[in-house]
């Protein structure tokens, strides 16, 4: 009884729910963090509440052309309002072991993401979230055994620091049980600033990734960095998509 209770509720949660919805694509192998190089497919959904200047993804939320490309994309051409339902059969059907949400900042949308990462776990697929750690996670998302990929903004991303950083958001995913927090690196300077963001509220692990969307900067700053990332006692990750592929969407 119980049972056929919880069903009928979750196909009239998932019935009803719509999301916002920029890009649908895989299979690929996730390029970042904690899991680089597993097979996967990713669900981009739109809008973000930073505007990060060398933001890899502006068709996502820059409707006005701030970020660095100058260019200003059309709502209407890049976000779909898609119901819940179609999202996960399309997921399914892509027969990978992991889901990757991102945007935009998928966590703007977490109430309505619930019952797609409910049917993605039920059929015992793993979902990571990739987060800028300002929205904090519901418990219920966290309860679902979500993985989340926190990259906190440093100050070259040119958002002013009380929208970039989140204290309590950042303490709530801190306290979260499978959580990498993931940075976005140039220099020495920025690892200065990660090493300060640590201490200030207890991050653990960090990940240090380099800013780059052609693979030369890629490598360029991997380099750069990778000797004071070892010595500080952190992890580094390259980002593989876009040594394998270049600066290409859906990838
Ligand atoms: N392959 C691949 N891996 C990724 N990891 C994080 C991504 C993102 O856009 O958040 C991303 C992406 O766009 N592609
Ligand atoms: S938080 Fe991420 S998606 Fe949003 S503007 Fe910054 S880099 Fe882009
Ligand atoms: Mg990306």
Not at 66 to 72: I, L, N
Not at 89 to 117: C, F, K, W, Y
Not at 156 to 166: A, K, L, T, V
Not at 221 to 240: C, F, I, P, S, Y
Request: proline share 6%; hydrophobic share 35%; aromatic share 6%.
């Amino acid at each position: 009884m119980k049972v056929t209770a919880d069903i009928a509720e979750l196909r009239d949660d998932i019935a009803s729910t719509r999301l916002v919805v920029n890009e649908i694509f895989g299979p690929t192998v996730q390029g970042e963090g904690p899991s680089a190089g597993r097979r996967c497919a990713f669900l981009r959904l739109g809008g973000c509440n930073l505007s990060c200047r060398w933001c890899d993804t502006p068709y996502t939320w820059d409707w006005q052309g701030v970020s660095d490309t100058g260019r200003a994309f059309d709502p209407r051409t890049e976000l779909r309002l898609r119901m819940a339902e179609d999202v996960l059969d399309e997921l399914l059907a892509m027969t990978v072991p992991l889901i990757v949400i991102s945007g935009g900042e998928p966590l703007n949308q977490q109430n309505r993401l619930v019952p797609v990462v409910r049917g993605l776990r039920d059929r015992g697929v793993s979902i990571e979230i990739e987060t800028n750690g300002t929205v904090a996670p519901s418990d219920e998302l966290v309860g679902l055994g979500v993985r989340f990929n926190v990259s906190p903004k440093l100050a070259h991303s040119g958002d002013p620091e009380h929208r970039r950083i989140s204290p309590t958001a950042l303490k709530r995913l801190q306290n979260t049980p499978d959580v990498a927090f993931k940075f976005v690196c140039k220099t020495s300077d920025d690892l200065t600033e990660v090493g300060r963001l640590q201490e200030r509220f207890g991050l653990e692990p960090v990940w240090i990734m380099p800013e780059g969307k052609v693979q030369q900067d890629v490598t360029d700053n991997l380099q750069a960095l990778a000797d004071e990332v070892v010595r500080r006692g952190w992890n580094l990750t390259t980002r593989l998509h876009v040594l394998a592929w270049g600066d290409q969407r859906g990838v």
